[in-house]
């Protein structure tokens, strides 16, 4: 899967925790995540890239991070994301991404 504008992915909405407030992420597919990180030059910081994704009507700047367990990544979403595409941990949904400028 080649990293472009727009390049899309399904994915499940999961939560680090259970308690209110907690951190929500999606997890990309193996083969886009290695596309992302080839196309965005060398790493910074741990790893992150940044993109921006839109799920929906709403789109958004933000920082992928890598996963430790699978060596993919991990887009979170924020909570007003969330809310404005009506998400909560367990839902799948449609995330076109693409490397910010």
């Known amino acids: 899967m080649i990293a472009t504008m727009g390049s899309t992915f399904v ?6 925790g259970d308690e209110p407030g907690a ?4 997890t990309l597919p193996a083969d886009l995540a290695d596309d992302l990180r ?3 030059g ?8 940044r ?6 009507a709403t789109t958004w700047e933000t920082s992928m991070f890598p996963e430790a367990a699978g060596g993919s990544m991990v887009l979170p979403v924020k909570k007003v994301v969330r809310r404005a ?3 909560e941990a367990g839902v799948r949904c449609e995330v076109a991404v ?3 400028a």
Not at 11 to 16: D, G, K, T
Not at 42 to 49: A, D, E, K
Not at 51 to 56: D, H, K, L, Q, W
Request: glycine residues 16%; charged residues 10%; aromatic residues 12%.
């Open 11 to 16: 994915a499940e909405v999961w939560s680090h």
């Open 98 to 100: 693409d490397l910010h």
């Open 42 to 49: 060398p790493p910074v910081g741990f790893g992150s890239i």
């Open 23 to 26: 951190w929500h992420f999606l």
């Open 51 to 56: 993109v921006v994704a839109t799920i929906g």
């Open 38 to 40: 080839g196309a965005s």
């Open 85 to 87: 595409e009506g998400l």
